[in-house]
């Protein structure tokens, strides 16, 4: 009897569950309906053409077609005719690093709001990490964001990056002295509690260290950039890995070289933050390598041309191409890419170009939508709340004017962006 009740109540139980799925009924708490739009729900699937997705605080509690989703009368309604809808976007590396974000504690919220809507939410990026900055300042920008005062999105961190002891003073860059840096920008490096390492065991200080102030992750060095490059030994490289893999949070590298991509693959990293045109193309036993770490790649193409656009075309030219090329070869090989383009570092923010040259490596557009949703949900290990467009998860959504799949260029058109059901950024057009 008791076993009867309860096969029973489960049919019941997923009759209401199917029912509230499809949207058809029991949305009487939606508060938003986004109505007409086309919904790609993820990168696999068919768009659903003219659909509706309805949002009941944070989450999304239906999504279909106009036909098969009633709205509740009386609730907010953003009008979705001729937009495409996807997953709320992800950047897996950019930076907290200009001097517009000191005092992120202090600065007035508006003024923190607009910059995030300069740099990250107009693009319709909705969760990023941060791949080095002063952990101190960008954990108290994340504090305001999530305390609800100032509209942004989830931002994830590193810290500090870790780099090798007899780096020099400006450790990203090759120009040498603090003041270089600081005239491009950059907030003091004195500021930050940057760990130059020169064994294992002051490495694995500095990542404890960095994972008990909250970060979400390390980030190394492999080989610092430049002319002189300084290398972290392998053993370094590896009890970093250990000591982020130890409390569930992936490694990030800046990989430089050949020698720096293979250290930091052989090590067990989790992404690799950069491609490495300087290493010239990628051959099959680097590829091998990469594909049997399983790490994941960020591609950055559009840096290289940024990082030599005060020098001689022609260079830039060559360096971008290899970095294509890289890309290309990993694709093929089937690794993954998680999207990201180092702005915050960079100052050009507009992702319009990088998009573009993700599709000339061969990208097709579901691959590049992946790289921007489910392949970094999945990667951070946040799969079960974000990436998708689906009942139950958050609501978290990029609105575009036009449609991705017919023009790449698309992507960086935004119309909305809402996150956890709030609208953080509206085009004025
Ligand atoms: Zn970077």
């Given at each position: 009897?008791?076993?009867?009740l309860?096969?029973?109540?489960?049919?019941?139980?997923?009759?209401?569950?199917?029912?509230?799925?499809?949207?058809q009924?029991l949305n009487?708490?939606?508060q938003?309906?986004?109505?007409?739009?086309s919904i790609?729900?993820?990168?696999?699937?068919?768009p659903?053409?003219?659909g509706?997705i309805?949002i009941d605080g944070?989450?999304?509690v239906?999504?279909?077609?106009r036909?098969?989703?009633r709205?509740?009368?009386?609730i907010n309604v953003?009008?979705?005719?001729?937009?495409?809808?996807?997953?709320g976007?992800?950047?897996?590396?950019?930076?907290?690093?200009?001097?517009?974000?000191?005092d992120?504690a202090t600065?007035?919220?508006?003024e923190l709001?607009?910059?995030?809507?300069t740099?990250?939410?107009?693009?319709?990026?909705?969760?990023v990490f941060d791949?080095?900055?002063?952990w101190?300042?960008?954990?108290?920008?994340?504090?305001r964001?999530?305390s609800?005062?100032i509209?942004?999105?989830?931002?994830r961190s590193?810290?500090?990056a870790?780099?090798?002891k007899g780096?020099?003073?400006n450790?990203?860059?090759?120009?040498?002295?603090?003041?270089?840096?600081g005239?491009?920008?950059?907030m003091?490096l004195e500021?930050m509690?940057?760990?130059?390492?020169?064994?294992?065991?002051?490495?694995i200080?500095?990542?404890?260290?960095l994972?008990?102030?909250?970060?979400?992750?390390?980030?190394l060095?492999?080989?610092?950039?430049?002319?002189n490059?300084?290398?972290?030994?392998d053993?370094v490289?590896?009890a970093?890995?250990?000591?982020?893999h130890?409390?569930?949070?992936?490694?990030f590298?800046?990989?430089?070289?050949a020698?720096?991509?293979?250290?930091?693959?052989?090590?067990g990293?989790?992404?690799?933050a950069?491609?490495?045109?300087?290493?010239?193309p990628?051959?099959?036993?680097?590829?091998?390598a990469m594909?049997?770490?399983?790490?994941?790649?960020?591609?950055?193409?559009?840096?290289?041309?940024?990082?030599?656009?005060?020098?001689?075309?022609s260079l830039?030219?060559?360096?971008e191409?290899?970095?294509?090329?890289?890309?290309?070869?990993?694709?093929?090989a089937?690794g993954?890419?998680l999207?990201?383009?180092?702005?915050?570092y960079?100052t050009a923010?507009?992702p319009?170009?990088?998009?573009?040259?993700?599709?000339?490596?061969?990208?097709?557009?579901?691959?590049?939508?992946?790289?921007?949703?489910t392949?970094?949900?999945?990667?951070?290990?946040a799969?079960k709340?974000?990436g998708?467009?689906?009942?139950?998860?958050?609501?978290?959504?990029t609105?575009?004017r036009?449609?991705?799949?017919?023009?790449?260029?698309?992507?960086?058109a935004v119309?909305?962006?809402?996150r956890?059901?709030?609208?953080?950024?509206?085009?004025?057009?």
């Amino acid at each position: 009897m008791r076993r009867t009740l309860l096969i029973l109540s489960v049919v019941i139980l997923s009759g209401v569950l199917g029912t509230r799925a499809l949207g058809q009924s029991l949305n009487t708490n939606a508060q938003l309906a986004l109505v007409g739009g086309s919904i790609y729900a993820s990168p696999t699937e068919e768009p659903i053409r003219n659909g509706v997705i309805l949002i009941d605080g944070d989450k999304i509690v239906a999504v279909g077609r106009r036909a098969s989703v009633r709205v509740p009368r009386g609730i907010n309604v953003i009008d979705c005719t001729g937009l495409t809808i996807t997953a709320g976007f992800w950047n897996s590396h950019l930076h907290f690093l200009e001097r517009k974000w000191s005092d992120a504690a202090t600065l007035p919220a508006s003024e923190l709001s607009r910059q995030l809507q300069t740099m990250i939410t107009q693009y319709g990026f909705t969760s990023v990490f941060d791949t080095w900055s002063m952990w101190e300042n960008t954990r108290r920008l994340r504090d305001r964001i999530e305390s609800g005062e100032i509209a942004g999105p989830r931002i994830r961190s590193t810290g500090e990056a870790t780099f090798p002891k007899g780096a020099p003073a400006n450790p990203q860059m090759q120009m040498a002295t603090q003041a270089a840096w600081g005239a491009l920008g950059f907030m003091p490096l004195e500021r930050m509690q940057i760990p130059r390492v020169a064994d294992a065991s002051e490495a694995i200080e500095a990542a404890r260290k960095l994972l008990d102030q909250g970060t979400d992750g390390l980030k190394l060095y492999a080989v610092t950039p430049g002319r002189n490059g300084v290398a972290l030994p392998d053993s370094v490289i590896q009890a970093l890995v250990k000591e982020g893999h130890s409390r569930g949070k992936p490694v990030f590298a800046h990989p430089t070289s050949a020698a720096g991509l293979m250290a930091s693959v052989r090590a067990g990293v989790d992404v690799l933050a950069h491609t490495t045109p300087q290493s010239g193309p990628w051959d099959e036993s680097v590829l091998a390598a990469m594909t049997q770490a399983g790490v994941a790649l960020i591609p950055t193409l559009t840096l290289w041309r940024y990082e030599l656009r005060h020098e001689g075309i022609s260079l830039a030219d060559g360096l971008e191409a290899t970095a294509v090329g890289q890309l290309r070869a990993w694709v093929l090989a089937r690794g993954e890419v998680l999207f990201g383009t180092d702005v915050g570092y960079m100052t050009a923010y507009d992702p319009t170009e990088e998009y573009a040259l993700m599709a000339e490596a061969g990208m097709t557009f579901p691959q590049i939508l992946a790289s921007l949703t489910t392949a970094p949900a999945e990667r951070f290990g946040a799969s079960k709340q974000l990436g998708r467009v689906a009942p139950g998860v958050a609501a978290d959504l990029t609105i575009l004017r036009n449609d991705p799949s017919k023009d790449i260029r698309a992507l960086a058109a935004v119309q909305y962006t809402i996150r956890d059901g709030k609208v953080i950024y509206r085009s004025s057009r």
